[in-house]
C-alpha cells in the first residue's frame, strides 16, 4: 500500500553561513526522501529558515539594518547551498513567509481555544541600562547543573533546558548590565499536561529511534517539567493572535517547529492533496525529523506536545534521526567561535556527490566524527575512484573502445541475480531504519563484488576466446552497474544520473533493474577525478 512519508529537515538559523555540521546533520532527509520517492510513495519533504528570534534583531542593531534583511540575506544562501548539493525538498520555505505566519497564527488560536495556552503575569529579568524585558536569548549567566556558561535557554556546555529563572548570575548580554525583576504578562504553554502522554510515547515510539534521542528524550522527562512561555517581547516574528498581546510576538520554539506542518500543508494544496488525511494517525502514515542532537528535546518533547494541543488525531513522529557533531580538529562546530568550514567552502573544493559520500560514509551518526580534508580526499580516492568509478568505467570503456559500443544481450549470472534482489531488501531496511551508513557501507561492498567478478572471469581474454562467455560476462556487469545506479541514487544522485544516461536506463525507481535487451552505450565519462592531497 502507498505510504504517506513526511520528512522534516531542522530549520536552520539565520544569522550565519551553513557549515558542514548542518549538513552532516540535514543530509540524511534527503537520502530517506530520494529512497521512499523510488518506493512510489506519497512523500512530502520539507524545511526552511528559522528567521525570527532574539540573535537575528541582536545582529540587526549592529550592522543597522532590518532583522528581515539579515534574514533573507541568509535565506537565499542557504537555499543556494542546498540546491548546489541537490538537496531535493518538496518546499524550502522560510518563517518569514506571509503563508507561515497565517497558518502558525491559527494553530496556536487553536491551541489557546483547547485550554492548553493560558495568560499568566510574573516576574521577567528587566534591563534597567538597555530599559527593556529581556528574552531568554539576551540573558547569560550559570548553569545551575554544571556550572558552564548558559544562556536563559539552555546551557551551552550540558545541553539542559532551562528558564531564565534557573540561570544563577544573570547579566544582559547587551550591555553586560545584571538584571532585575520586574513584572510582565505572558502567554504560556501548558506543557506538564502532556507528560504522562510524552512519556507513554517516547517509550513506545523510542524502540526505534537512535541512543541519543531515547537519553535525552528520558531526561528531560525526569527533570521538571513548568509551563513554557508562548510569547516574548519582541517586535520581529510571529504576530500574536489574541488581544492584548500586540507589543508580543510567538515565541519561535513554538512557531518554527510548526513550520513542518505549514510546509506540509502548502504542498498538499499545490498537490491537491487532503492535508488532515495525509497527516493522520494511521499505519500508512510515517514520519521522519532529521536534526542534530542538540534539537532532540525539541522534536521529541515539545513538537508532539504541540501536535497533541492542535489535533489529537494528527500523527507524532516516528522516526527520529538525530545525528551527533560533526566536529573540526576534534571540537564542535560553532559559527560563534568561528570554528567551521561553510558549506559553501566545500563545495568550492569538491563535487558535490564526494561531499555527499564523504558526509553519510564518515558522518557523525551513531558518535561524533571529525572533519579532516586529507580523510576525504582519501575515501574520494579510494572508494568512489578506485571502486565504483573504477567498475563501471573498466567496464564501459572496454566496450566502447574495442565493439562499437554495443553490450550484447547475454546471460546474467545467477548468484549475481539473486545477491542483487538480496541486497535491495537489505538496504531498504537498514535506510527505513536510519542506518544510512551501514546501507551505503553494502551498496560500494556491492561494487567490490563487481570489480572481482570482472577480475575473475577476465573478458579481455574471453572476448578473443569465447565470444558468448564475454556477453554473459559483460552483460552480468552491465545488469550490476545499472542496478548500481538505483541502488546509489538517494545518496549520489549526481552520479547515478550520469550512468542511466550512458546506458539509456530507466528513470530511477528503488527496485531491481532489469535488462533484457543489447544496450548501446550513449559515451563513457569518467565519473570520479583523482583528487591530489
Known sequence: MKRNILIGGAWPYANNSLHIGHLAALLPGDVLARYFRGKHDEVIYVSGTDSHGTPITERAKVEKVNPEDIAKKYHEEFTKNFKDLDFSYDLYTATFKSYHKEKVKGYFLKMYENGYIFEKEEDQDYCDTCKTFLSDREIVGICPHCGGEARGDQCENCLTSL??????????????????????????????????????????????????????????????MPNRAATRQLTWGVEVPIKGYEDKRIYVWIE??????????????????????????????????????????????????????????????????????????????SKSKGNM???????????????????????????????????????????????LGNFVNRNLSFVYKKLDGVIKKGKIDDDIKAKTISLYQNVSSLIEKGELKLALEKCMEYCILGNKYYDDNTPWIKVKEDINAFN???????????????????????????????????????????IDSDIKINNVDILFQKLEK
Open 341 to 387: 568550514i561553510t558549506i559553501q567552502d566545500l563545495l568550492n573544493e569538491f563535487d558535490k556527490d564526494s561531499i555527499r559520500y564523504y558526509m553519510i560514509a564518515n558522518g557523525p551518526e551513531k558518535k561524533d566524527a571529525n572533519f579532516n580534508h586529507d580523510d576525504f580526499i582519501n575515501i574520494h580516492n579510494k572508494f568512489l575512484v578506485g571502486v
Open 163 to 224: 528558564e531564565p529563572k534557573d540561570i544563577k548570575d544573570k547579566h544582559c548580554k547587551t550591555c553586560g548590565g545584571k538584571t532585575t525583576l520586574k513584572k510582565n504578562k505572558h502567554l504560556y504553554f501548558k506543557l506538564p499536561e502532556f507528560k504522562d502522554k510524552l512519556t507513554d510515547f517516547v517509550l513506545e515510539n523510542g524502540k526505534n529511534w537512535r541512543k541519543n534521542a531515547i537519553n535525552e528524550s528520558k531526561k528531560y522527562l525526569s527533570q521538571n
Open 256 to 333: 518554527a517547529v510548526l513550520g513542518y506542518l505549514t510546509a506540509c500543508e502548502k504542498v498538499c494544496e499545490e498537490r491537491h492533496i487532503d492535508f488532515k488525511e495525509f497527516v493522520k494517525k494511521s499505519d500508512h502514515f510515517k514520519s521522519y525529523y532529521v536534526h542534530g542532537k542538540d534539537n532532540i528535546p525539541f522534536h521529541t518533547i515539545i513538537f508532539p506536545a504541540l501536535l497533541m494541543a492542535i489535533d489529537e488525531d494528527m500523527g507524532l513522529p516516528n522516526e527520529i534521526i538525530s545525528s551527533e557533531y560533526m566536529n573540526m580538529n576534534d571540537e564542535k562546530m
Open 472 to 514: 554473459d560476462v559483460t552483460y552480468t556487469c552491465t545488469y550490476m552497474i545499472a542496478n548500481i545506479a538505483n541502488l546509489f541514487y538517494p545518496f549520489i544522485p549526481s552520479t547515478c544520473l550520469k550512468i542511466k544516461e550512458m546506458l539509456s536506463l530507466n528513470e530511477y525507481q528503488f527496485e531491481e533493474e532489469v
